[in-house]
């Protein structure tokens, strides 16, 4: 099956420090990778769509400025938590869409990134 | 109302006994309907798809009601291994968006 894999996968930091965390699908190209998070006891929230070469799509109280995302590749996404706060402290997963799918639910999902904001 | 609302339990089985739980979606135009699993601390994992006419999977089965916009998930012969928190999951306004339930905890005792 598909593989995603995430780095790091655990990350403490102090606050006010950037964090980057890499999503990559190792045997296949994800033209489209989702990023999401997860407070304790709560549903993933989506965070923002990344098509590679373009943009990515924040949803509504998202920051952009804030999280940034990189699609440089058809294998890569990146996000990166700028200036981060002890509020931002959670679950990030990423998820990658096997490209010629047409169906919804074909997302693979990487490990998650586990960010602890001291 | 929420989008995806699911009975946040936690549901306490005996092993080998059937247990079910239902998923309600707000958005009548939804087409994709899943369920997950998340394992404490892991990634969700994709369960099972729920197709119109309902359908099985060994010990899972799946059903939809488009007319009162819940899916629901039946557990049969119910293994330890089975304790999880099950996601449910509907598009939404475009096909590969998706709206995730809060999740339903199962535990499984012996």
């Known amino acids: 099956g598909a593989v995603v894999s995430q780095h790091p996968s655990w990350v403490i930091c102090k606050s006010g420090t950037s964090v980057k965390i890499e999503c990559r699908s190792l045997d296949f190209q994800a033209t489209t990778m989702f990023w999401y998070r997860q407070f304790p006891k709560q549903s993933l929230m989506l965070m923002a769509t990344s098509n590679e070469g373009s943009k990515a799509t924040y949803e509504q109280g998202v920051e952009k400025d804030k999280f940034l995302i990189n699609h440089a590749s058809l294998t890569l996404s990146t996000l990166t938590v700028t200036s981060a706060h002890p509020e931002d402290s959670s679950f990030y997963i990423c998820s990658a869409r096997v490209r010629t799918s047409g169906l919804a639910g074909e997302q693979f999902f990487g490990p998650g990134t586990r960010l602890t904001v001291l | 109302r929420k989008e995806v609302e699911q009975d946040p339990g936690p549901f306490n089985v005996p092993e080998g006994a059937t247990v079910a739980f239902n998923c309600t979606y707000s958005?009548?135009?939804?087409?994709?309907f899943f369920w997950y699993r998340q394992d404490c601390r892991k990634e969700p994992k994709l369960l099972m798809s729920?197709?119109?006419?309902?359908n099985e999977d060994g010990r899972f089965t799946a059903q939809l009601n488009r007319a009162s916009q819940y899916i629901s998930l039946l557990i049969r012969d119910s293994k330890l291994s089975d304790s999880a928190t099950y996601l449910c999951?509907?598009?939404?306004?475009?096909?590969?968006?998706?709206?995730w339930g809060a999740g339903t905890k199962l535990i499984i005792k012996p």
């Open positions: 999951v509907v598009n939404g306004d475009s096909n590969y968006q998706l709206i």
């Open positions: 729920v197709y119109s006419s309902g």
């Open positions: 958005n009548s135009a939804s087409q994709s």
